[in-house]
């Protein structure tokens, strides 16, 4: 349940970074001329960096212990539990995420800022209308968000920007996993934050280093979007999917040797002799049904059972914080 209690500040700017110390200290500093009207926090996540990157935070930490924090993870973790972590320890009305390559101009802030507190959108999206990017990483992208699209039906451009504003309600209540951080919007949609609005943002050229994101991650990415929907919709109820597939194998299967056992009662009126009913392929395809049937129905109050188990905590993979 999300924190209903007083904030400590009105902004919260996450930056989960991986191998990214030539672009943080310009981040950071730009960062802070944008944001001096607020009273704020920069939290950056180090998922697992092997250069200096964390000495940049730890630097900008003795210098504003209340405005720069850090976590850092002991491995690389991926983007999803990176920005599970910021959201649990960031305590602003409004939080921003943005990556740390400095293609996210922290310029977008203050309107995304607004967009939330003063139009009471729940969520926004940044839109890199205009991306500098090669066809090979954009024409994938547009794919990937015209399915998403379509199969969540929330009507954004760009479900995997980076640059993204929520209400503090919005980041206490989802949960990531995998790679699922693409689609926050589908899950705080699914999880009742219906008003969500779209930014048309600045994508600047990379500066520093490469990017750390694979072709891979297009295919991930629609396995991920059929996860969602699935939990969205079954994730507490899970015996409501696989028990209704199970029932229904199991009725078929039945029906099917029903019909098998009717036919060699025919025949044995008919004084036809000899035909096994083992001797059908019909037979064995009732009986599959049927253990299929089971075992779907097994599937799901297994699943009952899981889901009321406490989910793994990345926390555990924290080497080290920053501030409170």
């Known amino acids: 349940m999300a924190d209903k209690q007083q904030s400590l500040y009105e902004l919260s700017i996450i930056i989960p970074f991986y191998n990214e110390v030539e672009s943080l200290p310009e981040l950071f500093s730009w960062i802070e001329r944008v944001c001096s009207d607020y009273k704020y926090e920069v939290i950056g996540i180090d998922d697992g960096s092997s250069d200096d990157s964390w000495h940049i935070v730890e630097a900008y930490h003795e210098k504003s212990p209340q405005v720069f924090k850090g976590i850092r993870f002991r491995r690389n973790l991926g983007k999803s539990a990176a920005l599970n972590a910021g959201f649990k320890k960031a305590q602003g009305e409004v939080v921003v995420t943005m990556d740390a390559d400095l293609q996210d101009s922290p310029e977008e802030i203050p309107e995304l800022y607004r967009m ?92 520093f280093g490469v990017s750390k994101f694979g072709a891979e991650r297009f ?41 098998l056992i009717i036919q060699k009662f025919i025949e044995l009126s008919n004084e036809v002799y000899g035909n096994l009913i083992t001797n059908s392929a019909w037979f064995y395809f009732a009986l599959t049904l049927m253990i299929i049937g089971v075992q779907l129905f097994l599937a799901g109050y297994l699943g009952e059972m899981i889901s009321r188990q406490n989910r793994h905590d990345d926390s555990e993979h924290i080497a080290e914080q920053l501030g409170g």
């Not at 059929?226 to 009725?251: D, E, N, Q, Y």
């Open 116 to 207: 939330i507190s003063q139009d009471g959108y729940d969520l926004v999206s940044g839109w890199k209308k205009k991306r500098n990017d090669p066809k090979n990483k954009t024409i994938p992208s547009k794919l990937f968000n015209a399915t998403t699209r379509k199969v969540s039906g929330i009507k954004l451009h760009d479900f995997n920007c980076g640059l993204k504003a929520y209400k503090k309600d919005v980041v206490k209540s989802v949960r990531l996993q995998g790679d699922m951080h693409r689609y926050i919007p589908v899950i705080a949609e699914r999880a009742g934050f219906t008003k969500i609005g779209e930014k048309v943002v600045e994508h600047r050229a990379r500066e």
């Open 219 to 259: 295919m991930n990415g629609f396995f991920d979007l059929l996860t969602v929907s699935f939990i969205s919709k079954f994730a507490k109820r899970p015996m409501h999917f696989f028990g209704t597939l199970g029932i229904l194998s199991f009725l078929l299967g039945t029906l099917s040797a029903l019909i």
